[in-house]
Nanobody, 122 residues
Framework: QVQLAESGGGLVQAGGSLRLSCAGS????????MGWFRQAPGKEREFVAA????????YYADSVKGRFTISRDNAKNTVYLQMNSLKTEDTAVYYC???????????????WGQGTQVTVSS
């Protein structure tokens, strides 16, 4: 089992950057594939990015490809989401997620964080 805690959200102007962090508990963090999801007001939660346990494989939603980068530091039990060229439509609560299976990480991950708010102003 793993517990997740996101940080780094906030208010940023369109075109700006923000880096989210997700700290995981437990010595088995490196065995989990990790992902980021987001949920905007009135919309369903959607997949953003995923990374394999080794960090060698990543996968992105088309809407963020080329602007967002997911990475991880297993020594620090942390996964990151670097967000550049932010748009107003990126405004959402961002959730960190974990699953033993990389394939499930982008669809139905088992573990979730509480979320962090990202607001992009025009």
């Amino acid at each position: 089992q793993v517990q997740l805690a996101e940080s780094g959200g906030g208010l940023v102007q369109a075109g700006g950057s923000l880096r989210l962090s997700c700290a995981g508990s437990g010595r088995t963090f490196s065995l989990y594939a990790m992902g980021w999801f987001r949920q905007a007001p009135g919309k369903e939660r959607e997949f953003v990015a995923a990374i394999s346990w080794s960090g060698k494989t990543t996968y992105y939603a088309d809407s963020v490809k080329g602007r967002f980068t997911i990475s991880r530091d297993n020594a620090k039990n942390t996964v990151y989401l670097q967000m550049n060229s932010l748009k107003t439509e990126d405004t959402a609560v961002y959730y960190c997620a974990a699953d033993p299976s990389y394939g499930r990480t982008s669809t139905r991950p088992e573990y979730w964080g509480q979320g962090t708010q990202v607001t992009v102003s025009s």
